[in-house]
């Protein structure tokens, strides 16, 4: 069973271009949540979503940041317009459905350098 | 005042020494608990949930006190391999939001 797999790896940006990293969760399991963890900072929540539906954005800027998780297909985070603070590791997480959903199961990340 | 605070560390201990981290956190309608673990550069791995009657996985040991909303971790027999940061981490709330909260870390290095 293959775990949380995120592309690409590596993502380098010039400022003012925009940013795309892809999640696909575990097999079977519905819930992705997204975190990024600046350079010598602890993991920040980002965003919950759901097929179709965003849970939880409390943690998304306000600004130049989208996420989403179609039917079919990866969840997608999506930043426009980079700047240099997004520099960053975003790791996406997953679970499972159903009552014990609070165990998430972390992705390798996606390191984005804006130069 | 942070949601969850860590001792930052480093904890730089000989091989076989026994080791402990603490952390506390501030919401008191947390309801879930964990220790994870991160490599340098790579992605938090979890090592074990933290559960009120404390629980024991080989060397580790986890206890929760939630009077004191007080979390820790303490690894017997240290390896080289234990060499990591430890995160300490709640879960917000509980019920539908899952939002994770993470402390900064402790960071570990077992010598030989």
């Known amino acids: 069973n293959a775990g949380v797999m995120q592309n690409p790896r590596h993502l380098v940006r010039r400022r003012g271009q925009e940013a795309r990293l892809r999640c696909s969760p575990m097999?079977?399991?519905?819930?992705v949540y997204w975190y990024r963890q600046l350079p010598e900072e602890g993991l920040k929540f980002m965003v919950y979503l759901q097929k179709e539906n965003i849970i939880d954005e409390s943690g998304m800027p306000k600004e130049r940041f989208s996420a989403e998780f179609p039917k079919e297909g990866p969840s997608i985070l999506r930043i426009q317009q980079v700047v240099r603070g997004d520099s960053a590791a975003y790791f996406c997480?997953?679970?499972?459905?159903?009552?014990?959903?609070?165990?998430?199961?972390f992705g390798p990340g996606t390191r984005l350098t804006v130069l | 005042r942070k949601e969850v605070e860590q001792d930052p560390g480093p904890f730089n201990v000989p091989e076989g020494a026994t080791v402990a981290f603490n952390c506390t956190y501030s919401n008191s309608a947390s309801q879930s608990f964990f220790w994870y673990r991160q490599d340098c550069r790579k992605e938090p791995k979890l090592l074990m949930s933290v559960y009120s009657s404390g629980n024991e996985d080989g060397r580790f040991t986890a206890q929760l006190n939630r009077a004191s909303q007080y979390i820790s971790l303490l690894i017997r027999d240290s390896k080289l391999s234990d060499s990591a940061t430890y995160l300490c981490v709640v879960n917000s709330e509980g019920g539908a939001t899952n939002k994770l909260i993470f402390g900064t870390g402790t960071l570990l290095a077992v010598q030989p």
């Open positions: 997480a997953s679970s499972p459905p159903g009552l014990f959903t609070d165990t998430q199961y």
């Open positions: 097999k079977g399991h519905s819930h």
